[in-house]
């Protein structure tokens, strides 16, 4: 019977893979940058020259679900000028909180300093979440390193440095966010300068004869003569006009560098199992999760986090299996709930959850080390199946407290009926010192690692929706 169970529960776990990607609301070839650890987000918020739009959101969130195709939209219209990013709150709650993330979908403009090394300026969108709305708001916050030149100006713009320039002529007095996307691009190459067509002695003097017009005015006096450039007014065709004269900055790639779980995480999960292999358990434990939240670590600057955010809910089995039942899945703590939504519960659940959430964000305030929490709602296949192969009987009206860590192969059970906060605290900071006794995980409810390669869905990538305007050169 027992045998049974488990081998159901493998059945239903090893059906499904890779989580991450099945949980994740954008799809692989999706135009938003989905971003999955600090390393990237600072990558976005500290080193990009260009605008940024962050949006954290949990993939079960009806709002954030009712944003993703305009968000797609605002983001496919703002391709090349604006970085349109996605971090998954389920995922990696910790870089959530660290951003001050109190609900979803939460979306946030950076804006880089145009002085180099000074921090951005980060604030809450607060427009419509409409594409059209996010698409003004953003184009309207994009620097501008374009240089206003004048005939009075031209002969101080042409003397200002040494490298490559280009000039743009245009009709209009406003700078286009093209135009702009392009400065950046080449922010620290190449000065872009833009003209007015009432400018008369600079228009004549390069010759240009129709609105809007660039021209390339290439490094040095060996007397390289100025270059027209007659292509398509569009941003990727100006810019590799522009780097016949000068290298452009590389883009924001994260998409390209970002597969969650892949060989070098698992390489250095693996040295580092190594080195721990010799140690003892309780105290390995204690250590180990101190290396993997990094508490050490300094958490991004202005914004506080005010209060707890809800546990995240672990809807499906393969979602349960990648964060906490593979083979190197560190320890998890798991709140069983008999509802099926972990908003819709009796009070004593609710309490728990509550208790859970502040707990959490206690650590996260202290930069204690910690793990994993999620609530699994009995909707989630794998809820009752488990339970069941653990011995614990499913309880209408209560919650069952598991800590498991399927890599050193235990769990344990909260026991007793005072779900206080003190008592969760405790029983949680005996296992995070590796006190107390254990129960052996049935190892069949371990699941191998498999790798295994997403299809290719560059389909989708291709997909082209209706463009989103925006001002023109
Ligand atoms: C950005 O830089 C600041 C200060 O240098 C740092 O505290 C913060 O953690 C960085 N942000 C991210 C997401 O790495
Ligand atoms: C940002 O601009 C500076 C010049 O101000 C440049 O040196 C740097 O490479 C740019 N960074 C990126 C990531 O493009």
Redesign the pocket.
């Known amino acids: 019977m027992l045998t049974n169970t488990v081998l159901a529960v493998v059945a239903v776990l090893a059906q499904m893979h890779s989580a991450m990607a099945a949980d994740s609301l954008y799809e692989k070839g999706s135009p938003i940058l989905q971003i999955t650890n600090k390393k990237q987000l600072n990558?976005l918020i500290n080193?990009?020259?260009?605008t940024s739009i962050v949006e954290f959101y949990a993939p079960w969130c009806g709002h954030c679900k009712n944003l993703k195709g305009d968000y797609e939209k605002a983001a496919r219209s703002l391709a090349g000028m604006v970085n349109v990013a996605a971090v998954n709150c389920d995922e990696t709650r910790e870089l959530c909180s660290s951003m001050g993330v109190q609900g979803f979908p939460t979306l946030k403009i950076v804006r880089?300093s145009k002085t180099?090394g000074r921090k951005p300026v980060i604030e809450d969108y607060q427009g419509q979440r409409t594409a059209g709305s996010i698409v003004d708001s953003l184009t309207s916050q994009m620097n501008n390193h374009v240089v206003k030149v004048t005939d009075a100006t031209l002969d101080a713009f042409l003397a200002a440095n040494e490298g490559p320039k280009a000039l743009l002529f245009t009709e209009k007095g406003t700078t286009a966010p093209t135009t702009k996307a392009l400065a950046?691009?080449f922010?620290?190459?190449l000065s872009l300068g833009q003209v007015r067509s009432k400018e008369k002695v600079t228009v004549d003097k390069y010759g240009v004869t129709k609105f809007p017009a660039l021209v390339l005015l290439p490094a040095g006096d060996d007397g390289k003569e100025p270059v027209v450039y007659d292509g398509k007014m569009k941003l990727k065709e100006m810019a590799a006009f522009l780097s016949q004269a000068a290298e452009p900055?590389?883009?924001?790639d994260i998409n390209v560098a970002a597969p969650p779980k892949k060989a070098k995480a698992d390489k250095e999960k693996k040295d580092k199992a190594e080195k721990k292999a010799e140690k003892k358990e309780g105290k390995a434990d204690e250590e180990e999760t101190a290396t993997s939240s990094t508490p050490t670590e300094q958490q991004t600057a202005p914004v506080i986090v005010q209060s707890a955010i809800p546990i995240p809910t672990v809807h499906t089995p393969e979602k349960l299996q990648s964060s906490c039942l593979g083979e190197k899945s560190h320890t998890c703590v798991l709140a069983f709930i008999s509802d099926n939504e972990a908003n819709n519960n009796d009070k004593a659940t609710q309490d728990v959850l509550d208790h859970l959430a502040e707990l959490a964000h206690k650590n996260a305030q202290a930069k204690r080390a910690t793990f994993p929490f999620y609530v699994v709602p009995a909707s989630n296949e794998a809820s009752a199946l488990l339970l069941k192969a653990l011995g614990l009987e499913e309880k209408t009206d209560q919650v069952h407290l598991v800590a498991v860590n399927a890599r050193r192969g235990w769990w344990r059970h909260f026991e007793g009926d005072d779900l206080s906060f003190k008592t969760i605290e405790s029983w949680f900071d005996a296992i995070r010192m590796g006190e107390g006794a254990k129960e052996k995980l049935p190892a069949s409810l371990v699941v191998k690692a498999e790798v295994k390669e997403e299809p290719k869905e560059e389909a989708k990538t291709e997909a082209k929706e209706e463009e989103v305007k925006h001002e023109e050169l």
């Open positions: 990558e080193t990009s020259n260009h880089p180099p950046t691009d922010l620290g190459a900055n590389k883009p924001v």
